[in-house]
Nanobody
Framework: QVQLIESGGGLVQAGGSLRLSCAASGRTFSSYGMGWFRQAPGKERELVAA???????YYADSVKGRFTISRDNAKNMVDLQMNSLKPEDTAVYYCARDRAPYRTTYSDRYYYKSDFGSWGQGTQVTVSS
């Protein structure tokens, strides 16, 4: 079972930036797509960004142009750079690994939390107005 450990959350003013990192255990990191989800109080957990095994990316409309997902297969890391943060970005952010290996795109349909099988513990991001 893969372990995912997030870091980098915190409190930031609106317009500021944060970088989230996720470190994964195991030898199969490069074979799986990775995603960043977030969950605000009283809301469903939603996919914010994903990156496939081939490096193609997906972004939710609400974060396009502001967030960037990247992966480093040599270091078993996936990052989420968040710029121009808004109060509505406030949530717990989770790193997750796809259930299915070798997925090459996340743009063919909407991907739900049920499509991802391994999760980190979450990191709080709070954006003040």
């Amino acid at each position: 079972q893969v372990q995912l450990i997030e870091s980098g959350g915190g409190l930031v003013q609106a317009g500021g930036s944060l970088r989230l990192s996720c470190a994964a255990s195991g030898r199969t990191f490069s074979s799986y797509g990775m995603g960043w989800f977030r969950q605000a109080p009283g809301k469903e957990r939603e996919l914010v960004a994903a990156i496939s095994t081939s490096g193609t990316t997906y972004y939710a409309d609400s974060v396009k142009g502001r967030f960037t997902i990247s992966r480093d297969n040599a270091k078993n890391m996936v990052d989420l750079q968040m710029n121009s943060l808004k109060p509505e970005d406030t949530a717990v952010y989770y790193c997750a690994r796809d259930r299915a290996p070798y997925r090459t795109t996340y743009s063919d349909r909407y991907y739900y939390k049920s499509d991802f099988g391994s999760w980190g513990q979450g990191t709080q991001v709070t954006v003040s107005s």
